[in-house]
Every structure is written in structure tokens, then in C-alpha cells.
């Protein structure tokens, strides 16, 4: 294997990163070179207070990021984006018109009521085999459309796609984000072009689909002179969850997994989709991997719960120390357990006092203290995650022997042990940085570093990430 540095730029809700991959012998050395914030921004539109994206901010960051990344390696073979999905810009003749919306924003639900209108949610099932979330973009572009703003651009770029344009100046769309917009033929993996019809969205507004590993182009001018060199852009699996999915060190194929940041994504990796009316009821979903894989999944509120909590604690002037609280909180016999994924969970806001509502009207303890609340968040996302982890495997046939837990959620041993115990199967958690691990892998085979498959990817993963292993506990 040749051996090589590339830059992944990640994006997460919370906090955004340029990481540098050094790959070498059969593994990778990540190290993060540059952290930043991501705060969203609430600000008034006309007769309503809007959440926003500040995306030009991240970009600045970026752009430091990889000045830094490029100074420390000397050289860089490559540089790929991923993000959350779902959000998009929107732009005209190649400017964005504002800063793009963030999907915890309330317009969800006016752009769900309208699409639905429009057409069943069975209907749109059957074509993009995706759940039924107000975040999907789908619901978005139509409160886009029925505000009048759709009409102003001519381009609808997602998140990463976006950024690969600000460094590229070429409009892509990478397959694996663009199938959580919902408007994907989960079947050809094509832009849908009837159901965008029946929604009244320009079929132009969506740009040429591209998969993940491809080549976009070099950096623009101005921009390879302020980094320091000409380096390749690539897509990867810009979904983050996709990537993440790639950067499990996973062996074999008897795993699920759950990729646990903001959001807590659980599923297992097929090679077609799953298309049941049964997985739709349940509302699981059918994204789109690398290679072309499936990934089956459902959307858990993830480690959101605790952050947005912490928050509140804050705002009313608590210091609040995680570690101290967490080990607090595993210290306790037990907590209340409620549904993770109520709805009423997304919005952001006062978690706690809706947390408290949900044990309430569970008939469960309504928890008093921080660390009282902390532990009833993580015995009810191991719930959560057990059961989607065995519904996931029903449905789609899989057999499931080991569960890998991912990303920051991979660091809380006390959620990660009660997912064991819940699932009556070992759980190994790590890498913390799955995603960035999975952006490195999927662009450095694109550049000839390591090559193969996703099983051989995995296993450059295993050789390289340290992961610890739960066992489930009898009682
Ligand atoms: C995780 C994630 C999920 C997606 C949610 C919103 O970061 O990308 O997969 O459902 O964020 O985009």
C-alpha cells in the first residue's frame, strides 16, 4: 500500500472538524487539526424567528483548517467533505441566496402537511424508501415553494455539496446525502423525476448525481494559493452517517451498528433495500451507502437529549462538569425510562421539563436532580437502541451477533454497557471518529493509497482505531 495524507473535513451539528488521515502500512493515524463550533442562529423573518445555519462561518473555519493541515504534512493527496444531510442552500447563478435553514427550524411541519397533501406518505415510501421525518429536505423545499423562495433560485446544493462547490466551484450531488432528501429512487438511485413533478419541484434545481470516491476537481485558484498548493477534491460518503457506517471496524457481516453523536442512527448494512410495508410502519429507512450498499436504519434522538439538557442547566446559570455528571449518573441504582423518539424531543428548547413530561405520563419517577435526568436519557436511548437493533434485524433478515456503537456516544461507557445489557449482545464502541475515519478511507482509495473493498477498508480500520468491548450483564 502506498502510503500518503488526505483531509477530511466533517461536519457535525454540534461541532465541525478538519482532520488529517496519514495512511501507511495498512492503517491510518487520524489527528484532528482544527475544532470549531457549529452554532446555529435564530434570527427574525418577517413574522416569525427562523434557525438558521451560519455556514459561511464553518467555511472560514474550514479554509484555516486546511491551511494548517497542509502546512503540518507538506502534502496533501486529497480533501473531501461530509456533513449531517438533509439541509441544503439554495442558490442563483452560483450565489447562495441565504443562509441555509437548519432542520430543527418549525417549518418542517408546515412543508410535511403540504407535501402530504400532495401525496400519501405510502406513496412517497414506495419511491424513496425513506422514513417519514419532518427533517427530510423534501418537506423543506416545499415550505421553500408555497414561501416563495424556491422560485428565486435555480440550484439546491446539500450541505457538502455545497462546500465541494465553494472549493471547487463544480456542482455535484454525492448519491449518499442526496438520499435523504426523499427524492431518490431508492430502486435506480436517480433523481425521482415523477414524484418531483407531482411536488412541483424544477427537475434543474437538482444537480448531476455523483457517487462517493469520485474525482470533483482541484481547488479553485484563489483558494489553492491562500491553502498553499493545488490539492484534488473528492466526494466521499458525505452523508456522515454514511461514512460513518464505512469507518466501523466491523468484521464479517453479522453486525449493526449505531452511529451516536447528535443523532443516533441504528441499523445494519444490506446489499439491496428493504422495502416492506411492515419496515415502513416502523418506520425504518433506506439510505444510501458506499458501494452501493443500503443502509437500513432508524433515527434515534441520540446524545441531542443530553446536550440540549446541559444547555438549559446552563442557560439558568448551573456549571455543569459531563464527566462528574455521567459518572453521577452510573453511580445511581437505576432511572425512569421514557420514549427517547417523542416527537416533542426535536425542537430545540427546554429539554428538561419535556423529559420530565414523558416519565409523567409514562407512570415512571419524574427525575429531580441533573444526574437523575442524565441517567433516565441513557437507560432510555439503550431502550431505543435495543430495540431498533432487533427490529432492524427482523426485518431485514440479518443475523446480528455484535453491535458496534460510534462517534461521541462511543465514549459514554455507561450508555454504552447498558446497550449491552439491553441487547443481550456485546457491544464495541469506537472509533470516536468514525465518520472522519470513513471520509480518509473512502477519498484515499480514490487516490490509489489503500484499495478494495469495504471489508478491506474495515479492516484497516480495526488495525488502526482503539474500541473497548461491553459484555451484557446477567441478572
Ligand atoms: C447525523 C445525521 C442523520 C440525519 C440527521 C439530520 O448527523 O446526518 O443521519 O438524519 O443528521 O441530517
Known amino acids: 500500500m502506498r502510503s500518503g495524507s488526505v483531509a477530511a473535513i466533517d461536519l457535525g451539528a454540534t461541532s465541525g472538524r478538519v482532520v488529517v ?3 501507511a502500512d495498512a492503517a491510518v493515524r487520524l489527528q484532528i487539526v482544527q475544532r470549531f463550533e457549529n452554532n446555529p442562529v435564530r434570527h427574525w423573518e418577517g413574522t416569525t424567528e427562523a434557525l438558521h445555519w451560519n455556514l459561511l462561518e464553518q467555511y472560514r473555519s474550514i479554509r484555516i483548517g486546511l491551511r494548517a493541515a497542509l502546512r503540518q504534512e507538506g502534502e496533501l493527496h486529497s480533501i473531501a ?12 447563478d452560483g450565489a447562495l441566496l441565504g443562509n441555509p435553514y437548519h432542520y430543527r427550524d418549525e417549518r418542517t411541519a408546515r412543508g410535511m402537511r403540504a407535501t402530504h397533501e400532495l401525496i400519501s406518505p405510502e406513496a412517497l415510501y414506495a419511491v424513496s424508501g425513506l422514513q417519514v421525518i419532518p427533517i427530510n429536505s423534501l418537506y423543506q423545499l416545499a415550505d421553500d415553494r408555497l414561501a416563495g423562495r424556491l422560485a428565486a433560485g435555480d440550484c439546491a ?3 457538502p455539496d455545497l462546500i465541494t462547490y465553494w472549493l471547487t466551484g463544480r456542482l455535484v450531488a454525492e448519491r449518499t446525502n442526496a438520499s435523504t432528501t426523499g427524492l431518490l429512487d431508492v430502486r435506480t438511485r436517480e433523481w425521482a423525476t415523477d414524484l418531483l413533478e ?12 455523483v457517487e462517493a470516491g469520485t474525482p470533483v476537481g482541484a481547488l479553485l485558484p484563489g483558494l489553492a494559493e491562500e491553502i498553499g498548493a493545488q490539492i484534488p477534491v473528492h466526494t ?9 457506517v464505512v469507518g466501523l471496524p466491523a468484521v464479517g457481516d453479522d453486525f449493526a451498528y449505531v452511529s451516536c453523536g447528535t443523532w443516533a442512527l441504528v441499523g445494519v448494512e444490506t446489499e439491496h433495500p428493504v422495502l416492506t410495508d411492515a419496515g ?8 444510501g451507502g458506499v458501494d452501493g450498499r443500503t443502509r437500513y436504519l432508524k433515527n434515534i434522538m441520540g446524545l441531542w437529549l443530553q446536550s440540549e439538557s446541559i444547555r438549559t442547566w446552563e442557560h439558568a446559570g448551573r456549571q455543569i462538569d459531563l464527566t462528574a455528571l455521567l459518572a453521577e449518573a452510573a453511580a445511581l441504582p437505576g432511572g425512569a425510562h421514557f420514549d427517547a423518539n417523542d416527537p416533542r424531543l426535536l425542537a430545540p428548547g427546554d429539554m428538561p421539563a419535556r423529559i420530565a413530561q414523558c416519565c409523567a405520563e409514562a407512570g415512571q419517577p419524574v427525575p429531580q436532580t441533573p444526574a437523575q435526568f442524565v441517567r433516565a436519557i441513557n437507560e432510555s436511548l439503550a431502550d431505543a437502541f435495543a430495540a431498533a437493533v432487533h427490529a432492524a434485524a427482523a426485518l431485514s433478515g440479518k443475523e446480528v451477533r455484535v453491535v458496534h456503537i460510534a462517534g461521541g456516544g462511543s465514549q459514554n461507557a455507561l450508555l454504552c454497557q447498558l446497550a449491552a445489557d439491553r441487547l443481550g449482545l456485546p457491544v464495541i464502541a469506537g472509533p470516536v471518529e468514525a465518520t472522519a475515519m ?9 487516490t490509489g493509497l489503500p484499495s478494495g ?3 478491506s477498508l474495515r479492516a484497516i480500520v480495526a488495525a488502526s482505531a482503539p474500541t473497548r468491548r461491553f459484555e451484557p450483564r446477567t441478572h
Open 280 to 287: 415502513r410502519r416502523e418506520n425504518f429507512t433506506n439510505e
Open 198 to 209: 407531482r411536488l412541483s419541484l424544477p427537475r434543474d434545481l437538482f444537480p448531476e448525481l
Open 438 to 446: 470513513g471520509n480518509v478511507l473512502v477519498q484515499a482509495r480514490a
Open 453 to 455: 473493498s469495504l471489508d
Open 21 to 23: 488521515g496519514r495512511v
Open 81 to 92: 467533505v461530509d456533513s449531517w444531510g438533509v439541509d441544503y442552500g439554495l442558490l442563483r
Open 157 to 159: 446544493l446539500l450541505i
Open 236 to 244: 466521499v460518503g458525505s452523508h456522515d452517517t454514511a461514512s460513518a
